[in-house]
């Protein structure tokens, strides 16, 4: 199987609280969407 078909049609939520590193929300998420994923930003103050 391809990687790009292997998440796909899955939804993936992506958990933030204050003080997260941009990098460690970054290229996990294009991981996940480069793997065919559709990812959500989850943050009690909103995702900047």
């Known amino acids: ?3 790009q078909q292997q ?3 899955k939804k ?3 958990l933030l609280t204050d003080g ?3 990098v ?3 290229e996990p ?3 996940l969407q ?3 994923a559709t990812t959500h930003l989850i ?3 909103g995702a900047t």
Do not use: C, S, Y
Request: aromatic share 4%; glycine share 8%; no cysteine.
């Open 1 to 3: 199987m391809e990687t």
């Open 7 to 9: 998440l796909t049609g």
């Open 12 to 14: 993936v939520a992506i």
């Open 20 to 22: 997260f590193e941009q």
């Open 24 to 26: 460690e929300m970054t």
């Open 29 to 31: 998420r294009k991981a």
């Open 34 to 36: 480069d793997a065919g």
């Open 43 to 45: 943050a009690p103050k």
